[in-house]
């Protein structure tokens, strides 16, 4: 069975109206539409901080140049695994 956390939070009154207009336009449960709205914008979240990493990652690489496996190991500490 899955498990849920139940949410209670304020939400604009002028925005309400569009909100429920859209799941009714859509057939779909406020719940189910929100649910959805906050889990797509948590993976959205998540890909800007990856993306940021990778662009970081590649400026390193510009900057110093690449690096051996032996220097990977060591800066990552698997060197002691």
Known sequence: MDQY???TFDFPVEEYVYLKMTCAK???KMKDFLT???IRSI???EDELD???LTRSRKEVL???AISWEEMEKRL???NL
């Open 43 to 45: 993976e959205e979240y």
């Open 63 to 65: 900057e110093e140049g």
């Open 77 to 79: 500490d698997w060197d």
């Open 26 to 28: 859509k057939g779909v």
């Open 36 to 38: 959805q709205a906050v």
């Open 51 to 53: 993306q940021e990493s």
């Open 5 to 7: 956390k139940k949410l």
